[in-house]
């Protein structure tokens, strides 16, 4: 695209194109248009024969119009905002003469329309105030937002002030102190511990008082608790100056005694690590504020920044208006940009589900990746245009004008708490050093680092503007650098001398009384039989007023009646006895999902649909009026951010049982980095449980290589240290044990489910109500068919759905002497259950293990030595199928020969 191509539109020939349209179909433009062309037609009508000099005088005012309309539009492309001066690719000048107005024009007197100012200004007065609003430091685009309230709310704050801060000399000296401070900071750290990395905020130093602003005005609008996350740049300066973390405990950190033990777990670098903190503001309001832990993987800190703060917001009983916690993101321009759960978090931001009120981005541009430049990086002139996709305000501005920067957050703040939407602040500065301290950027970026180094910085451009202003003088400045350098070198002596305690406590608040030590000690999750039968009748039952789908309403009957004269149920009513169990112990549940409320295999139906009003109804909801509620949401077609998300709820809410629940098993490929960041290893890295509930769909039904297998070999390759629980239960009551028994210990561990497909209307997959009315889950099934344990001579272990197809051949072949044994707890190893288990098998001649996948998948290679620690001198023999590239092959007749030839493996045959 031509770089004039964004400057095109607002200009005469689109109005004499709007005004074709008009003229064809009245109905067809903007309403204020209308009216316009309306009135330029009574002009017209008006002027006697057509008076040459009126009508062009109405041409005239349409073309003043249509520049105004551009200043709005695209007038950022004017704006000074690079502090290195460099013009931007698309940048583009709004000229006059683009609009066939004159040099003679500019003294002439116009109407400015919505325009504040005086009346009938001239041209010249016209063109000085937009320049001053929409190309001075600052650029908006907003134009874009369909919602006129919202172009019409933002015109009124930005075009009567022309978007110039009025800062009392208080404030303005406050900026200058949080500037020192944040540079300062970084001085610091460069004199005293050179060499060590600690990705600085040098050359965006304004990015702390912004959030100073935020965190300032916030409590003074309503925010009780500000969220916030970041990628490593500027983190340790963000720890200290905005989140208020000890400086001495930061400088020990670069200490060669710092021990991780320390703080429990492997711990993780400095500029990973998260904090939190009770602030209080200058009118004596307290706010709290927290920093999330995020690895290097920059972006994917964001949807768990939703989800945190989304469960925050329903402890605080928020959820109407939810303007008491404010969740704040920052992000580097080239990630915001360049990777894809931004726009997957960015498609949150309305959903049910999932909405917080709206979020405050915050862009750190650099101007720069690691060494790619944005030309490189992106299609598009900003980074900031996929945010476009929601219609809300992107600001730009330039760093070195920090008074800028202030009115911006305090505009954005005051704009999400009005709207409930995000917005965007762009901060346009640069990377003093490379990557990190150890890299040399002029290698890729010779002429930008000439401009860098050059640079005086934005402390400095501020400090002479104040001492200009005679706001401050030098002394005043040299008394404040003096002063907090000697407040960093007192910390600095501090470390040197003693050992600090970490100050960061876990397991507070909502997780006080929770542990993080994994027991095999089985929990009693049985529960009466009248309540069983209360819920299954509920959970059954449809208003008198409701449209029940046919289909539906044969199979919840039918379901209904087996429970009640036989004892029977399957695994989807197994699930629901299960919630409803949980919601009548006060434990409130959300399930999320790509099609969780009806179930991918259409067999959950949490959520029924009136058929001639479609209107929803949940009747987990309607068991008991003291019972707490469930939240099941069908979720975007993602798996990052939606994942992402439930983890960061897990997080901040320990008493609520929160699963998310995939299409296909498959699909978790999708969410692979939130898994091996945070699920497997928060634990260890940031001392943070979960107790997330992850449901996945997985068997090998000849459905081909994406809808097969739920890759739980990866799961098993991340389990250490007892990090999470993987489980593949095979009978209802197992589901409904391990189920209940997430909520029923005191620790939280996430619990990845390998769940079944065909299975779920299996005819053996039925379990009696007993197994419901007591018990717990067991994490090995033993082969309770058969009495006489000295006759078995073949153990074929396994576990899933493969058993189903190993019971079935026995019964065929009537080979009493195989036992089946199930692993339905693959990690933490049930070592000493599986141990009792064998122990009762003395005359074995043949043990084997079966399953359906891949022999590179599945549990094999994770669980072949433990059983050879437990079955001693006996070999295990692996039965299944060859290693493969692919999960699975895509024909359903080569399925069944493959399915076939397992079952001869294993018997003999």
């Not at 040459?52 to 073309?63: F, G, P, S």
């Not at 024009?105 to 009938?120: A, I, T, V």
């Not at 720069?368 to 299609?379: D, L, M, V, W, Y």
């Amino acid at each position: 695209m031509d770089n004039h191509d964004f400057a095109s539109m607002p200009n005469a020939a689109y109005i004499e194109q709007l005004y074709g349209d008009w003229k064809s179909d009245n109905s067809s433009v903007d309403r204020q248009w209308h009216y316009f062309f309306t009135g330029f037609e009574m002009g017209l009508s008006s002027a006697p024969g057509g008076d040459e000099e009126t009508v062009a005088l109405i041409d005239k005012q349409a073309r003043v119009d249509s520049l105004i309309y551009a200043y709005r539009d695209v007038g950022y492309l004017s704006a000074n905002l690079d502090p290195l001066e460099q013009q931007l690719v698309c940048h583009h000048e709004l000229m006059p003469d683009e609009f066939n107005l004159t040099p003679e024009d500019l003294e002439r007197k116009f109407s400015s329309g919505h325009f504040p100012g005086q009346e009938n200004p001239t041209l010249k007065e016209i063109i000085q105030a937009c320049n001053e609003t929409y190309c001075r430091t600052i650029g908006v685009e907003y134009l874009h937002i369909q919602d006129k309230t919202i172009r019409r709310w933002l015109q009124n704050r930005m075009e009567p002030q022309r978007n110039k801060p009025a800062l009392s000399e208080d404030k303005k000296i406050l900026i200058l102190k949080k500037l020192l401070e944040a540079e300062i900071f970084e001085r610091f750290l460069h004199t005293h511990y050179t060499g060590q990395k600690r990705f600085s905020l040098e050359g965006a130093e304004t990015v702390i008082p912004a959030l100073h602003a935020l965190v300032e005005r916030g409590p003074e609008v309503g925010i009780e608790e500000l969220v916030i996350g970041m990628s490593h740049r500027g983190r340790l300066n963000v720890l200290a100056n905005i989140i208020d973390k000890s400086i001495a405990e930061i400088f020990s950190e670069f200490e060669d005694n710092f021990i991780p033990e320390t703080y429990g777990g492997d711990g993780d670098v400095k500029y990973h690590k998260g904090y939190s903190t009770n602030h209080m503001n200058y009118t004596g309001k307290f706010c709290h504020l927290s920093l999330a832990a995020n690895p290097s993987h920059l972006e994917i800190i964001s949807p768990v920044i939703q989800g945190k703060v989304r469960a925050k917001q329903r402890q605080l009983k928020d959820t109407e208006d939810r303007k008491r916690v404010l969740p704040v993101l920052l992000h580097g321009d080239a990630a915001f940009s360049g990777q894809g759960v931004v726009a997957e978090t960015l498609n949150l931001s309305q959903l049910r589900g999932y909405k917080t009120g709206g979020t405050i981005h915050i862009i750190v541009n650099n101007q720069i990746g690691f060494t790619t430049s944005p030309r490189e990086a992106r299609s598009s002139c900003f980074p900031t245009d996929i945010a476009k996709m929601l219609s809300i305000p992107i600001f730009h501005v330039n760093a070195d004008d920090p008074e800028a920067v202030i009115y911006l957050s305090e505009l954005a703040l005051d704009f999400r708490q009005t709207f409930k939407r995000d917005v965007v602040i762009d901060i346009f500065c640069y990377r003093r050093h490379g990557h990190n301290e150890w890299d040399e950027p002029s290698f890729t970026q010779p002429r930008q680092y000439e401009l860098i180094k050059a640079h005086p910085g934005t402390r400095h451009i501020y400090n002479q503007k104040l001492i200009d202003e005679e706001v401050v003088t030098e002394k005043f400045v040299t008394t404040m650098e003096t002063e907090i350098q000697d407040y960093f070198q007192r910390a600095f002596q501090l470390v040197k001398t003693e050992a600090l305690e970490p100050t960061m406590k876990h397991h507070t608040g909502l997780w006080a009384g929770f542990g993080n030590v994994y027991s095999h000690e089985p929990v009693e999750t049985g529960i009466a039989r009248e309540d069983l039968t209360l819920i299954a009748q509920k959970v059954s039952a449809i208003p008198a007023d409701f449209n029940i789908h046919p289909k539906l309403k044969n199979i919840t009957e039918r379901r209904l009646k087996r429970f009640e004269t036989q004892g029977q149920i399957d695994w989807s009513f197994a699930e629901a006895l299960a919630f409803g169990s949980l919601l009548l112990e006060k434990i409130p549940i959300r399930l999320s999902g790509q099609d969780s409320g009806r179930g991918t295999f259409s067999q959950r139906h949490a959520i029924m649909w009136d058929t001639v009003s479609e209107t929803a109804y949940l009747a987990l909801n309607h068991i008991s009026e003291e019972q707490e509620y469930i939240y099941v949401y069908n979720s975007p077609l993602s798996e990052a951010s939606v994942l992402g998300f439930e983890y960061g709820y897990t997080v901040a809410e320990p008493k609520m049982l929160i699963m998310w629940e995939a299409q296909f098993g498959d699909f978790t490929n999708g969410a692979q980095v939130i898994i091996d960041q945070f699920l497997a290893s928060s634990e260890s890295k940031w001392q943070r449980s979960s107790g997330l509930v992850m449901l996945l769909p997985h068997g090998y039904e000849g459905q081909g290589p994406e809808h097969s297998s739920a890759h739980f070999e990866r799961f098993l390759q991340l389990c250490a240290e007892d990090n999470m629980q993987v489980c593949n239960a095979t009978t209802p009551a197992q589901y409904f044990h391990v189920l209940r028994r997430q909520m029923q210990r005191n620790f939280r561990k996430p619990l990845i489910i390998m769940t079944p497909k065909s299975l779920l209307r299996h005819p053996l997959v039925i379990s009696p109500l007993e197994d419901f009315v007591s018990g717990s889950f067991s994490e090995v099934l033993d082969d309770h068919s058969i009495p006489e344990k000295k006759t078995v001579v073949t153990i074929l272990l396994c576990t899933g759905k493969i058993y189903y197809d190993l019971w079935q051949r026995r019964k065929e072949l009537k080979r009493h002497s195989a036992a089946l044994i199930r692993i339905e707890q693959l990690y933490p190893f049930p070592h000493q259950q599986l141990q009792e288990v064998a122990a009762l098998y003395q005359d074995v001649k043949r043990i084997l293990w079966v399953q359906e996948e891949s022999q590179n998948r599945g549990a094999w290679t994770y669980i072949n030595p433990r059983l050879q620690e437990i079955f001693g001198q006996n070999e295990i023999v692996y039965c299944g199928r060859d290693a493969s590239a692919s999960p699975a092959t895509g024909s359903l007749r080569q399925h069944n020969l493959e399915q076939k030839m397992i079952l001869k493996q294993a018997f003999g045959e």
